[in-house]
């Protein structure tokens, strides 16, 4: 009998505890991620499936993933299958819900005395109403408890002490103990939120595929940071912190819980954090152009339990246009950042024009250094300079979202194109021999001076031999050519021929090839027609003036969206807006506006009739860092006639630009707009709108323009066109004329 007792206590001592089945829940597109997670945990024989994975494991196993698992969204147990008969004509889904619940003790889970929900999920082509079946769910489990003990439990949506998860399926209704309670992606910490925040999960999947821990960062930069997300799981990362060490979970109530398990390996967390957090950290820098975001970032840091670690953390209210100097030469940087994609920014095109100037502003800044970026859409993260770069498909709830990874290409040297220019040995193109020499000449003028004042972009040729009638515009490494029709007197073929020897000269002088050339035709404007849409090809590229950059369409409108003979007003603004509300009326694509609010600008204000042009400023905008559409409202864009707008204002401008058309019949204008006729009233409405010590520069290319005399015994009038005329337009000075205005001393 005693041989017995020890034979029996042997096998005891020896046998392996007990393995259950355990369901992993995830994001779509974290499945693998999450695998090699778990795999870390130690557990094994994991099944892979579109959302969930499953093990067959210990309790202990369940608990650490529960503790540990940053990626996962929910751990639970199959307690109960209810298989389904068929014999039935048509399916009742509600009441094989409620029949596979009723026909389960649910006194062996939990007691009547705790509250609990019940979340369901349907198999796809399964057809109920979702609501109706969760309550039936609900009526069965509550019947159970009837019939087993007479009482019955409570329900507790927002906070119940246990969950059932039923999964309603094709063949069987599985019936399951959330172990999380709430989704595990809720650490604790995020008490104050942004618009559209990620969830905490799936940036602690971005930052492990990033590889935040291997690669050991001196810097960790997300340079819009909404609710701090990425610097909170970056901090739990370094410091070994258990995403589950605060929270509360959904085993508390289940009669299945060990306590002194749990307890076990929650001091274990609390002990390896505790340690990890002596280790030195990185420099962490958290920006956002918002400030309620840098106040909400700081809050949630201090509520995640990292307040003693704020003195390594800048975060500070900061535009992409505002970063200071990183000192990153010879570190190792990791930048991850989550943009204001999709509805936040609006129009699609605005959302590739501020992944340009992001991508921009992190080649300059960290070249060969590793960056993560969500975008809405792939076409968005494909502008991102990134040397082998990748992309993972996540998604935020509903919302798909793309991840590109990549090390940052370094920023291309970029010099004037005049600056690696030399003049080209060729063969005479016999009819366009004095054509090429003067164009290169020009450019052998030029050369000297674009190259000394950094431009980009400036007039070449402008039709200064009557046989080719043609201005020739340098924008970056491309030329955009406008033929002037000629006159009907002239035989179109030979006009055509002489213009085609013309394009060869081209050619031949800059070195520019067919695909580097964009080819315009230009009536010469009788002053009653304004110039309409030639093409819809869009092909569009950014160029760069002073400091900032423009996009311009050399394809689509005679006029690209950079007036180059107003560059010298654009940069007079830019040093002069420092300090300054700067009002641009007849805006366009409101360049000027953009170098006053690189050169500081308190405020900018851009007024066009146009919704296309003022939507391009916007692009313009974020295109160099600067926001949009935002609460403080310091840069803003009006659609409407400047007329009426001067008339219903009332706030008052330091620096005002005003450049109009020569004339103007929009369909959106009640009437015409006549320069000569008009300015007198124009101007006048708008020195009521400039300080007392304010400036107003008003131009036009109306070559018979005179100013007003009243106008000009109204306020000091200074003619200052030749200030405003660069050398590539000083062969045509009458390109456009230009005055200061000011207020009389008081």
């Known amino acids: 009998?005693?041989?017995?007792?020890?034979?029996?206590?042997?096998?005891?001592?020896?046998?392996?505890?007990?393995?259950?089945?355990?369901?992993?829940?995830?994001?779509?597109?974290?499945?693998?991620?999450?695998?090699?997670?778990?795999?870390?945990?130690?557990?094994?024989?994991?099944?892979?499936?579109?959302?969930?994975?499953?093990?067959?494991?210990?309790?202990?196993?369940?608990?650490?993933?529960?503790?540990?698992?940053?990626?996962?969204?929910?751990?639970l147990t199959p307690i109960h299958v209810h298989e389904l008969d068929f014999t039935h004509d048509a399916r009742d889904v509600a009441e094989e819900l409620y029949e596979g619940a009723m026909n389960f003790d649910w006194s062996l889970i939990f007691a009547p005395q705790s509250t609990f929900a019940v979340r369901l999920h349907i198999e796809r082509d399964i057809k109920v109403n979702s609501q109706f079946a969760t309550l039936r769910v609900k009526d069965g489990i509550v019947d159970s408890f009837m019939e087993a003990v007479g009482k019955r439990p409570s329900i507790d949506i927002k906070q119940p002490e246990i969950t059932i998860y039923a999964l309603a399926g094709k063949t069987e209704h599985t019936y399951c103990l959330d172990l999380s309670g709430d989704s595990l992606h809720k650490r604790?910490?995020?008490?104050?939120?942004?618009?559209?925040?990620?969830?905490?999960?799936?940036a602690a999947a971005i930052l492990q595929?990033?590889?935040?821990?291997?690669?050991?960062?001196?810097?960790?930069?997300?340079?819009?940071?909404?609710?701090?997300?990425?610097?909170?799981?970056?901090?739990?990362?370094?410091?070994?912190?258990?995403?589950?060490?605060?929270?509360?979970?959904?085993?508390?109530?289940?009669?299945?819980?060990?306590?002194?398990?749990?307890?076990?390996?929650?001091?274990?967390?609390?002990?390896?954090?505790?340690?990890?957090?002596?280790?030195?950290?990185?420099?962490?820098?958290?920006?956002?152009?918002?400030?309620?975001?840098?106040?909400?970032?700081?809050?949630?840091?201090?509520?995640?339990?990292?307040?003693?670690?704020?003195?390594?953390?800048?975060?500070?209210?900061?535009?992409?246009?505002?970063?200071?100097?990183?000192?990153?030469?010879?570190?190792t940087a990791v930048i991850v950042t989550n943009p204001p994609?999709?509805?936040?920014?609006?129009?699609?095109?605005?959302?590739?024009?501020?992944?340009?100037?992001?991508?921009?502003?992190?080649?300059?800044?960290?070249?060969?250094?590793?960056?993560?970026?969500?975008?809405a859409a792939v076409e968005q993260a494909d502008v991102l300079a990134f040397n082998d770069p990748q992309i993972l498909r996540l998604m935020n709830g509903k919302l798909p979202i793309y991840i590109r990874f990549g090390t940052i290409k370094p920023a291309t040297v970029n010099r004037p194109f005049?600056?690696?220019?030399?003049?080209?040995?060729?063969?005479?193109?016999?009819?366009?021999?004095?054509f090429a020499n003067r164009l290169q000449k020009n450019m052998q003028t030029l050369k000297k001076w674009a190259v000394k004042e950094n431009i980009y972009c400036l007039r070449l040729y402008d039709a200064d031999l009557p046989d080719f009638n043609v201005a020739v515009d340098l924008y970056?490494?491309?030329?955009?050519?406008?033929?002037?029709?000629?006159?009907?007197?002239?035989?179109?073929?030979?006009?055509?021929?002489?213009?085609?020897?013309?394009?060869?000269?081209?050619?031949?002088?800059?070195?520019?090839?067919?695909?580097?050339?964009?080819?315009?035709?230009?009536?010469?404007?009788?002053?009653?027609?304004?110039?309409?849409?030639?093409?819809?090809?869009?092909?569009?590229?950014?160029?760069?003036?002073?400091?900032?950059?423009?996009?311009?369409?050399?394809?689509?409108?005679?006029?690209?969206?950079?007036?180059?003979?107003?560059?010298?007003?654009?940069?007079?603004?830019?040093?002069?807006?420092?300090?300054k509300h700067v009002l641009n009326m007849y805006s366009y694509t409101s360049t000027a506006s953009v170098h006053a609010a690189l050169g500081g600008a308190l405020s900018t204000t851009s007024v066009d009739l146009s919704n296309t042009y003022l939507n391009w400023s916007k692009e313009n905008f974020v295109l160099n860092g600067l926001t949009v559409d935002h609460v403080d409202q310091q840069h803003q864009f009006f659609a409407s006639d400047c007329f009426e707008w001067l008339k219903e204002g009332h706030e008052q401008y330091e620096l005002i630009f005003i450049d109009p058309p020569t004339f103007s019949n929009s369909k959106k204008f009640y009437g015409t707009f006549d320069i000569q006729r008009d300015h007198n009233s124009l101007l006048k409405r708008a020195m009521n709108r400039l300080t007392t010590d304010g400036t107003l520069y008003f131009s036009n290319n109306y070559r018979s323009f005179e100013m007003d005399e009243e106008v000009q015994a109204m306020f000091n009038v200074e003619e200052?066109?030749?200030?405003?005329?660069?050398?590539?337009?000083?062969?045509?000075?009458?390109?456009?004329?230009?005055?200061?205005i000011t207020h009389h001393p008081v």
């Open 720 to 740: 200052i066109s030749n200030e405003t005329i660069g050398l590539d337009f000083k062969r045509n000075t009458k390109i456009h004329r230009a005055w200061k």
């Open 476 to 579: 970056g490494d491309r030329l955009h050519v406008q033929e002037y029709a000629p006159p009907k007197t002239i035989d179109p073929e030979k006009a055509k021929k002489r213009f085609n020897l013309g394009l060869q000269a081209i050619r031949a002088v800059t070195g520019l090839g067919r695909d580097a050339i964009f080819i315009k035709t230009r009536a010469r404007q009788e002053g009653k027609t304004q110039y309409a849409k030639q093409s819809t090809a869009s092909k569009r590229f950014i160029v760069q003036e002073g400091k900032a950059k423009f996009l311009v369409n050399l394809t689509d409108y005679l006029d690209t969206g950079l007036f180059l003979d107003h560059r010298q007003m654009r940069l007079r603004i830019a040093a002069e807006a420092k300090g």
């Open 1 to 75: 009998m005693v041989d017995c007792f020890f034979l029996l206590l042997e096998i005891f001592m020896n046998s392996k505890p007990r393995l259950s089945t355990y369901w992993v829940t995830c994001a779509d597109g974290l499945e693998t991620l999450l695998q090699e997670e778990i795999q870390g945990l130690g557990i094994q024989d994991i099944e892979k499936f579109p959302g969930r994975l499953i093990f067959k494991g210990k309790l202990e196993d369940a608990y650490r993933v529960c503790m540990w698992s940053r990626l996962a969204s929910r751990v």
């Open 209 to 331: 595929k990033a590889g935040v821990k291997e690669r050991n960062p001196d810097i960790i930069l997300d340079p819009m940071c909404g609710s701090g997300t990425f610097i909170i799981e970056s901090l739990m990362i370094l410091t070994d912190r258990a995403p589950g060490l605060v929270r509360r979970f959904g085993f508390s109530g289940w009669h299945g819980h060990d306590h002194e398990l749990w307890m076990s390996i929650k001091n274990e967390a609390a002990e390896r954090h505790q340690h990890a957090l002596t280790q030195t950290l990185p420099q962490f820098y958290a920006y956002d152009a918002d400030w309620e975001a840098v106040k909400a970032t700081k809050q949630n840091i201090i509520a995640a339990g990292f307040e003693s670690v704020l003195d390594q953390i800048k975060i500070e209210e900061r535009t992409l246009a505002d970063w200071p100097d990183f000192q990153a030469e010879g570190k």
């Open 188 to 202: 604790g910490y995020r008490h104050y939120m942004t618009d559209a925040p990620i969830k905490e999960n799936l």
């Open 418 to 434: 005049l600056a690696d220019w030399q003049p080209q040995q060729f063969e005479e193109i016999e009819g366009a021999v004095e």
């Open 341 to 375: 994609y999709g509805e936040r920014l609006g129009e699609k095109a605005s959302n590739r024009a501020l992944y340009l100037g992001l991508s921009s502003l992190l080649q300059k800044n960290f070249p060969n250094q590793y960056a993560a970026v969500i975008a």
